[in-house]
């Protein structure tokens, strides 16, 4: 469970800023953009090492991260998360196929909404969860960033 203090900063990508937030026990927030979130805005060393990690990933370097994570969530979300950072690098899963996998078939809703609540983006890779049509989930402009992540990993592999 994340603690009440942290650091968060902001760090450039070649897809836009992306906010890191840290706890003393590990990464809590991943988010794109160049965002105020609690906490001081300083970079920690934790947060500065997973930048350095999503630089990797972005340059094709890395495949999976060797991150503390700290993220707040119900169990269930966190169950859902866990889930999520199973799936292979390049590859997909519907909402129903994790909830599948979860052992809690009937509960694909539920996965859809705490993939969507996952505060860390890319280290929990929700861009790899797609809907029935193949389709990254999410909003129109949050939707496109993930085909493309999805997209640049698929293409390494081939």
Do not use: C
């Not at 836009?16 to 970079?43: K, Q, Y």
């Not at 280290?123 to 129109?140: F, K, M, N, Y």
């Amino acid at each position: 469970m994340a603690s009440s203090t942290g650091m968060y900063f902001a760090y450039r990508t070649p897809h836009g800023p992306i906010t890191i937030r840290t706890s003393d026990r590990g990464v809590t927030h991943v988010a794109f953009g160049d965002m105020a979130l609690s906490g001081i805005r300083h970079p920690s060393q934790l947060a500065t090492r997973t930048a350095n990690e999503l630089l990797e990933y972005f340059a094709g370097k890395r495949t999976f991260f060797d991150i503390p994570i700290d993220a707040e969530g119900s169990a269930f979300q966190r169950a859902v998360w866990s889930e999520l950072a199973r799936i292979p690098y390049g590859a997909s899963r519907t909402t129903t196929e994790v909830a599948t996998l979860m052992g809690k078939p009937g509960s694909y809703r539920s996965v859809g909404a705490a993939v969507k609540k996952n505060p860390l983006a890319i280290l929990v890779p929700d861009h790899r969860v797609v809907g029935s049509d193949g389709r990254p989930i999410g909003a129109d402009a949050s939707a496109r960033l993930k085909r493309a992540l999805l997209d640049m990993e698929r293409k390494r592999l081939t």
